[in-house]
């Protein structure tokens, strides 16, 4: 069983960053392909961005594509969300998930493990 916390969650105002990281429990870390999604009050859980085993490839939303980057380190078994330029719409709960399989996924049932989310906040 994979436990994952993520931290960095908080209130910013619109145009700043915000980093997220989710900690993995496993020592194999680097064998999950690792997602980020998200999801807003009254809507569906989102795809945000996701990673391979290795992070040599990667994949976001078109939504975040050029604004988040998506990296990971195996050796802290840590996963990363930089978020930068962040707009009222970005306000969401932020879940990081791993995956078993290897490859980047865009759908939340081809996850296998979930965090407990943290809260970003955007401000206009």
């Known amino acids: 069983q994979v436990q994952l916390v993520e931290t960095g969650g908080g209130l910013v105002q619109a145009g700043g960053s915000l980093r997220l990281s989710c900690a993995a429990s496993?020592?194999?870390?680097?064998?999950?392909?690792m997602g980020w999604f998200r999801q807003a009050p009254g809507k569906e859980r989102d795809f945000v961005a996701a990673?391979?085993?290795?992070?040599?490839?990667?994949d976001y939303a078109d939504s975040v594509k050029g604004r988040f980057t998506i990296s990971r380190d195996n050796a802290k078994s840590t996963v990363y969300l930089q978020m930068n330029s962040l707009k009222p719409e970005d306000t969401a709960v932020y879940y990081c998930a791993a995956r078993i399989i290897s490859g980047t996924g865009r759908r939340a049932y081809e996850y296998d493990y979930w965090g407990q989310g943290t809260q970003v906040t955007v401000s206009s």
């Open positions: 990673i391979t085993w290795g992070g040599t490839t990667t």
């Open positions: 496993e020592r194999t870390f680097s064998n999950y392909a």
